[in-house]
């Protein structure tokens, strides 16, 4: 638990970072065989790229550095509950575990609208922690959003 509340520390902070970049504050942390870190935020935004949601961009950066699509033996680590393409890439990279914080109740796959990595016919089964930092990770994201109406409000009114 000790371990899980550093990591997910981590991917708030690059969750901040994706909300000073004006992107939606999601970030994510990938611990592979408990030795080599990778961090990210979410970035479709910056990157012109639908795919570039923080857990595709952690994912990508393992398996690109230990020349491996299959992550065996990983824990993500993620600030909010990933969507369908996520949790799929999740199951395709074979990570052993999911760590995330807020759940998502418009686009979530693993707890909230669809239970994805629950799904026995799936190939491969992923152990899931929900919860941990949820608020923090709940209030970044409910703070991004306030601001960014408030000012679409601004803009408006001119």
Not at 7 to 32: K, T
Not at 35 to 43: M, T
Not at 78 to 94: K, N, W, Y
Not at 116 to 135: A, F, K, P, Y
Request: charge should be neutral; proline fraction near 3%.
């Amino acid at each position: 638990m000790k371990d899980d509340l550093h990591y997910m520390q981590i991917a708030l902070q690059q969750a901040e970072l994706a909300a000073d970049a004006d992107e939606v504050p999601v970030g994510a942390v990938l611990v592979l065989s408990g030795a080599q870190v990778f961090s990210a935020h979410n970035a479709p935004i910056t990157q012109h790229d639908a795919s570039a949601h923080a857990e595709m961009r952690v994912i990508r950066s393992a398996c690109q550095a230990i020349n491996n699509y299959r992550l065996n033996g990983s824990t993500l680590y993620v600030t909010l509950e990933p969507c369908c393409m996520c949790a799929g890439a999740i199951v395709h990279a074979r990570i052993d575990r999911l760590v995330f914080a807020a759940t998502d109740p418009k686009t979530g796959a693993v707890e909230s609208l669809y239970q994805l990595l629950n799904d026995q016919r799936l190939n491969h089964q992923v152990e899931i922690t929900s919860g941990l930092m949820s608020e923090a990770s709940s209030t970044l994201l409910k703070q991004f959003f306030k601001a960014r109406r408030s000012n679409r409000n601004k803009t408006e009114i001119k």
